[in-house]
């Protein structure tokens, strides 16, 4: 299964990659909790409509427009195929959180994997972010990091105290 570690703000996030997903007909959805405990999903139209310090498992979605439903599960067999998920992605004054990024399906759709590859050679190449990290014992060549954030503490998981923090090579 192909995944893609970066440390960087959801909210910094999505306009790095607003141009990959206008070109390919895609969209961000985000998870939310309602009022009665339940989790819905809303399309992201702005960096406005996410919180810096949403809720813990709260996920988001990567997704081809035309596919999707958004009141059925994404991870149907009718639609996962046309999904990226992605978790993380908070940030606080003084700790922003791993963006994980994952095909949920092993036989995803062709644009699909085009979006998630044009999203790795982004950050490849892209002068502001860094590659090289180390997480607890272990060192993480293929993770990416927004060089913006060195300065704050960097973290697998945000609301779990137990999580490595991510350290640059």
Same mark, same amino acid.
């Given at each position: ?16 990659i607003q141009e990959v997903l206008e070109k390919?007909?895609? #969209? ?6 309602? &009022? *009665? %405990? =339940?989790?819905? $999903?809303?399309?992201?139209n702005s960096i406005n409509d996410i919180e ?47 963006? #994980? ?6 036989? &995803? *759709? %062709? =644009?699909?994997? $085009? ?45 779990n105290d137990k999580a490595p923090v991510i350290?640059?090579?």
């Open positions: 299964m192909s995944y893609i570690n970066i440390v960087m703000p959801l909210t910094d996030f999505i306009p790095f390919n007909n895609g #969209s961000i959805y985000a998870e939310k909790r309602n &009022s *009665d %405990k =339940t989790v819905s $999903k809303f399309k992201v810096n310090n949403r809720e813990v498992n709260l996920n988001f979605y990567i997704v081809l427009n035309e596919f999707i439903d958004e009141k059925k599960s994404f991870y149907n067999d009718n639609f996962c195929q046309y999904i990226i998920e992605g978790t993380g992605g908070r940030i606080d004054k003084n700790i922003v959180e791993r963006i #994980s990024l994952r095909l949920i399906s092993k036989t &995803s *759709d %062709k =644009t699909i994997k $085009k979006i998630f590859n044009a999203i790795k050679n982004m950050l490849k190449k892209n002068e502001t972010i860094g590659i090289g990290v180390k997480g607890g014992s272990a060192l993480h060549k293929n993770y990416f990091y927004e060089k913006s954030q060195i300065n704050k503490k960097m973290v697998t998981d945000m609301y350290e640059i090579l």
